[in-house]
């Protein structure tokens, strides 16, 4: 006999609220859990509200102890938080509660349901109907240069073959011509009446939508106590909050913590230098010169031109990120640059594109994880073979201009598709990315004046090119000749590399001795094992057989990241998740054994909400599929479809059904029917999560600031900027 509807919801309600417990009592003693286990009782006061130098103590039969704020408990001192399974690190003097802890461990990507907005699901119509119009424009355009050449329809597919292979034989100045701004252009919907019929029909439909009944037709993921929670986290203007560096752990800090942090990294004056007041205009003078003399010269097109010569310029603003995993007490912090639509953006991504073809030529490249394993199956090691590996410190920071910029040098004369005009323009405008990399922070502008900013495009192919050439370095250098013959592997991922070292333990710390004796400003750590050592994301472990074994490598602080089963995104993407994890598993893991072992740790998975069933259903897939299969490269996918882009709100299924009727208005001519599927293709942008909810980049606390409409400011009267032509002429 079926249950009845009342029942269900009853049994889904007990259901959800024992997950939601789960979030502040955990089963047991399993390592990586969130919190320490606590049987039969609710989360005590004391945990939330720790202090530094005061330990609590929970009297339990198992004698759990809580952490304080240092991250060390009263019996065992000096273990960090994160590494006991904890998720949220307070080091404010917020007061957190459950439901705090309860909104922040279900991880900063959750996002909380969002209600139905007519007027960015309208915005969105149009800019789809836009690209569809667009399509039509140029395909008539095509049609048109065809019939000009007397050629047909069908001969259009071989004519862009014929294009392309020309391309291939054009210089970097030429076939760079991609580069260009984003169109504005929009065609008239009106020359094409079936699309201004069908962005009309579904445009009205979506206002009448009925407000209650879509808000109706999805419950909730926080109950009201976790929304008011999350609007006090929101609100309090005091409370920095950060992912951790490295394990995924949110930290709470107050404002004269983190400026703290910020100032222990700006306050290197070798690094960074204080500007007295905005540079932007003084700046973009010189880019523009820069640029229009090369397109005066011919060396870049009207598109790179317009490209490289932003309009309206943002300024970058600086933020950290707390290492916790070094000290958890006093984390030091990771600069970050925030530069999106800054000065130096374009310029960056322009180099990036020329630069990056030089990096994936390194012998040493590796490009990821799946290479690295590729490499190191077919490997034969014998069992006097060390395995080490190195990191550079600080790699983007460290790197000095002028020999940064020789070092480019050298990479683009070798290319003899370049001419040498060229060559000393992209010089130029490399130099002049590194040179002009400022920044805000707290109202002050600050300038760059060693490395470059970790957030620039150009920064991961600068640094990998960078140490290109000290690899080829050390290859010619009488000191280290006797030591690279004792290398039988050297991969590098940017500043992380692999060593198999079939010398002695003293001959390589011998070795790493004179790698830090340079002239590169480069400082190395390392590490030496004669059984397993870990790489990326890889453990590697020798065999009796003489060959090398991996499995999956998790780092001692890191957290359970993986979305939350109850977060507001698409089901497909949620059962998708485990799916990609265990493929990302059976491909790491180089044994069926190792693989079951690790498969069958499904805790983290749980502790998340997932639901068996697709569990289950993941883990056959991985079964099915072969390792070494899974090793080989795919082929991207070729995918012409023309998809409508709209943000996954409450009224996504009654907004699809809306496309889903109309849609034949758009596949009944043959124009679209190549870029057009029978059914509607949508593509759904996630809603704010708690990361957009509750962190920020930009930092500038203003402290009892008079309230304000956004008809006034605090300044009464009209004032001199001193940087702009009416200023200057009077």
């Known amino acids: 006999m079926g249950i009845s509807r009342i029942q269900r919801q009853q049994k889904r309600s007990k259901y959800v609220q024992l997950s939601k417990g789960n979030h502040s009592l955990c089963q047991g003693n399993n390592v990586g859990s969130r919190y320490p286990s606590v049987h039969n009782a609710s989360l005590p006061k004391q945990y939330v509200n720790v202090r530094p130098h005061n330990y609590h103590h929970i009297p339990s039969h198992n ?384 300038h760059q004046l060693r490395g470059t900013a970790m957030g620039s495009s150009m920064a991961p192919s600068y640094a990998n090119l960078y140490l290109g050439i000290w690899e080829e370095n050390c290859k010619i250098n009488d000191k280290l000749l006797s030591y690279i013959d004792k290398i039988e592997l050297w991969l590098r991922y940017i500043d992380d590399v692999l060593l198999l070292w079939k010398g002695s333990e003293e001959e390589f710390l011998q070795f790493v001795s004179l790698l830090n004796d340079n002239v590169y400003n480069l400082k190395f750590t390392f590490e030496i094992q004669k059984d397993s050592i870990s790489f990326l994301d890889i453990k590697i472990s020798k065999t009796d057989g003489g060959t090398l074994s991996t499995t999956l490598y998790k780092k001692a602080t890191a957290t359970n990241s993986l979305l939350h089963w109850q977060s507001f995104h698409p089901l497909p993407l949620k059962r998708g998740i485990p799916v990609g994890q265990y493929l990302r598993l059976r491909r790491i893991c180089s044994s069926d054994d190792e693989f079951l072992i690790k498969a069958k740790k499904l805790k983290d998975f749980r502790e998340k909400g997932y639901p068996n069933r697709h569990l289950k259903r993941a883990f056959q897939q991985a079964m099915s599929k072969s390792r070494d299969n899974l090793l080989q490269d795919s082929k991207p996918k070729n995918n012409n479809i023309i998809r409508c882009i709209g943000t996954f709100d409450r009224g996504w299924n009654q907004i699809y059904s809306i496309l889903d009727r109309f849609w034949p208005l758009l596949t009944m001519g043959p124009q679209l029917s190549d870029k057009l599927g029978a059914r509607p293709s949508v593509t759904a942008r996630r809603s704010r999560n708690l990361r957009d909810r509750l962190v920020h980049s930009h930092h500038n606390p203003i402290i009892n600031k008079r309230p304000t409409t956004w008809l006034s400011n605090n300044l009464r009267g009209t004032y001199q900027c001193g940087h702009c032509v009416a200023c200057n002429s009077s």
Request: hydrophobic share 35%.
């Open 63 to 446: 004698n759990t102890v809580i952490p304080n704020k240092t991250g060390t408990s009263s019996s065992s001192p000096g273990i960090p938080m994160a590494n006991q399974g904890f998720t949220v690190i307070n080091l404010s003097n917020f007061q957190l509660n459950e439901a705090h802890l309860s909104v922040l461990n279900k991880g900063l990507s959750f996002v909380p349901v969002s209600n139905l907005d007519k007027f960015e699901w309208t915005k969105d119509i149009h800019l789809f109907v836009r690209k569809l119009a667009l399509h039509k424009v140029h395909k008539t355009k095509d049609e048109q240069r065809l019939k000009s050449m007397g050629l047909e329809i069908s001969d259009l597919p071989c004519l862009r073959i014929l294009t392309g292979l020309l391309e291939e034989q054009e210089t970097n100045q030429e076939s760079l011509t991609n580069v260009h701004i984003k169109s504005r252009f929009t065609p008239n919907f009106k020359e094409f009446g079936n699309l201004e019929m069908f962005c009309n029909l579904v445009c009205a439909e979506i206002d009448q939508l009925n407000d209650s009944d879509v808000l109706m037709s999805i419950s909730d993921n926080l109950t009201h106590v976790e929304r008011k929670s999350l609007k006090e986290l929101e609100s309090d203007k005091s409370l920095i909050i950060k992912q951790s560096d490295k394990g995924g752990n949110v930290v709470l800090m107050s404002i004269d913590f983190y400026e703290r942090m910020i100032y222990n990294i700006l306050d290197d004056t070798d690094t960074y230098a204080r500007l007295p007041k905005d540079p932007t205009i003084h700046f973009s003078r010189q880019l523009k010169d820069l640029i229009c003399l090369s397109f005066e010269q011919s060396l870049i097109t009207k598109s790179q031109y317009e490209f490289l010569l932003p309009s309206s310029p943002t300024i970058a603003t600086f933020y950290g990120i707390p290492k916790t995993h070094k000290n958890i007490n006093e984390p030091p912090g990771r600069p970050i640059v925030s530069g999106n639509d800054c000065l130096t953006q374009n310029a960056s991504i322009f180099l990036d594109k020329i630069l990056r073809k030089y990096v994936v030529k390194l012998p040493s490249y590796l490009r990821d994880t799946k290479q690295a394993l590729q490499i190191l199956k077919g490997i034969s090691i014998n069992k006097d073979t060390l395995l080490c590996s190195l990191d550079v410190e600080s790699l983007y920071s460290s790197i000095p201009h002028d020999l940064g910029l020789k070092h480019i040098r050298l990479f683009l004369e070798r290319d003899d598709s370049l001419n040498g005009p060229f060559i000393e323009f992209l010089v130029k405008l490399t130099s002049f990315v590194l040179t002009h990399n400022y920044f805000l922070f707290k109202g002050q502008y600050f």
